[in-house]
């Protein structure tokens, strides 16, 4: 089934550090094809935050790194502050599917 | 100012059909694949087409093949996206997006605003 698997939600402190992961399979992630995140805020337009893995867009602060391992990506904030509390959601191609494919999404809770 | 305005949202019966516009300003709109995704209300972003520079490709999600169409205008700088037999389901608000390069594996830098597509009796 093709699909990419995100943890409906994760929370940390103010200043700490928290990953999202994104399971997929060998049709997408596993295969090779990059991964990207964004940030969608309440009542506006997802922006992207990382592409192709691990790339940050100018503009996005350093705090936000991305990695790929095998069929599986991680979103990783530091340093997390009360603006990062909103949804999060990693994207890749699927080659079953013969089109993009969005995880489920994860809301991130600033404690 | 790169930007992306969406419009043609509406509230509209089962069955029926319905035209998204989104007007591309700010590059050269025919250099970029263009895509839409939509976002059921509580639910998470749902990628539904994309097309081509050229327009001569489109792909679509298995959940609106045959009823939706993608399209383009490289004079107006405009994308569409005709909807038709339209279902509850399809109820979310939709959003044109730019891919990064001309592969359907890039991501999708500038998005619009998004327009609310409610499909109700």
């Known amino acids: 089934q093709s699909v990419l698997t995100q943890p409906p939600s994760v929370s940390g402190a103010p200043g700490q550090r928290v990953t999202i992961s994104c399971t997929g399979s060998t049709s997408n992630i596993g295969a090779g094809y990059g991964v990207h995140w964004y940030q969608q805020l309440p009542g506006t337009a997802p922006k992207l935050l990382i592409y192709?893995?691990?790339n940050r867009p100018s503009g996005v602060p350093d705090r936000f790194s991305g990695s790929r391992s095998g069929t599986s990506a991680s979103l990783a904030i530091s340093g997390l502050q009360a603006e990062d509390e909103t949804d999060y959601y990693c994207?890749?191609?699927?080659?079953?599917?013969?089109?993009?494919?969005f995880g489920g999404g994860t809301k991130v809770t600033v404690l | 100012e790169v930007q992306l305005v969406e419009s043609g949202g509406g509230l509209v019966q089962p069955g029926g059909s319905l035209r998204l516009s989104c007007a591309a300003s700010?590059?050269?709109?025919?250099?970029?694949?263009m895509h839409w995704v939509r976002r059921a209300p509580g639910r998470g972003l749902v990628w539904v087409s994309h097309?081509?520079?050229?327009?001569?490709?489109?792909s679509y999600a298995d959940s609106v093949k045959g009823r939706f169409t993608i399209s383009r205008d490289k004079a107006k700088n405009t994308l569409y996206l005709q909807m038709n037999s339209l279902r509850g389901e399809d109820t979310a608000v939709y959003y044109c997006?730019?891919?990064?390069?001309?592969?359907?594996?890039?991501?999708?830098?500038?998005w619009g605003q998004g327009t609310m597509v409610t499909v109700s009796s």
């Open positions: 700010g590059f050269t709109f025919s250099s970029y694949w």
């Open positions: 097309v081509d520079g050229d327009g001569g490709d489109a």
């Open positions: 994207q890749s191609y699927d080659s079953s599917l013969s089109g993009s494919l």
């Open positions: 192709d893995n691990n």
């Open positions: 997006a730019r891919g990064r390069g001309q592969w359907l594996q890039d991501a999708f830098d500038i």
